[in-house]
């Protein structure tokens, strides 16, 4: 059943859009998962659009006031989005589909299993590394996170390289990582002009 954007009013199928929710205590949450119980509404998760639900779409379609401005609503679904990709990057490894560790990830791409590979940001000497440039350079590695967020998501400490090997999870974590940069409508974008190697350390 396709669904109505509480911000620019447009109808889109649920794949196209996130959900949200109006928590126990009156406060608003992403649902980025899509399974927590409640009243929900629905939003392109895009600038334009998030911009519209913080100013009074939100407001309008749950029928009261949260009292949120929109840069606390961008850092509402940012931080939704971080706890996504991480959650993501956790099924990843339990489902035998995420490779951790440097060995490990350049196993991953030298036998061609690397769907998606990410860095920690505060991993220098990991980025550096001769095997990742082409992946780098194509876009195809991410930073994110930190060694310390992946060591508690994987159960490991000092983790700084990740690859993920199967398409689904890199293509749901790719746009959880995106999302966790989305820049208010006007605001340049700092991930357009940012490459990992200036990310990291």
Avoid: Y
Avoid at 35 to 56: D, V
Avoid at 86 to 106: N, P, T, Y
Avoid at 158 to 181: G, N, Q, Y
């Amino acid at each position: 059943m396709n669904r109505t954007c509480i911000g620019c009013r447009a109808v889109s199928a649920p794949e196209g859009l996130v959900r949200l929710v109006a928590g126990p205590e009156g406060e608003l949450l992403f649902d980025l998962a899509g399974r927590a119980f409640g009243r929900g509404a629905w939003l392109h998760p895009e600038p334009s659009c998030l911009m519209q639900a913080a100013r009074g779409g939100a407001d309008r379609a749950f029928r009261q006031a949260f009292g949120i401005v929109p840069s606390q609503f961008f850092q509402l679904f940012r931080d939704a989005a971080e706890r996504r990709a991480l959650g993501l990057i956790g099924a990843a490894r339990r489902a035998k589909k995420l490779e951790a560790g440097s060995s490990a990830v350049a196993e991953a791409i030298e036998r061609g299993f690397a769907e998606l590979v990410i860095v920690a940001t505060d991993a220098r000497a990991a980025a550096s590394q001769a095997f990742l440039e082409p992946w780098i350079a194509s876009g195809r590695a991410q930073a994110f996170g930190t060694k310390a967020s992946f060591g508690a998501c994987l159960g490991r400490t000092d983790t700084a390289l990740l690859a993920v090997t199967e398409p689904r999870f890199a293509s749901e974590i790719r746009k959880a990582i995106e999302w966790t940069s989305l820049p208010e409508p006007k605001a340049p974008s700092a991930r357009a002009a940012r490459s990992i190697s200036s990310e990291v350390g």
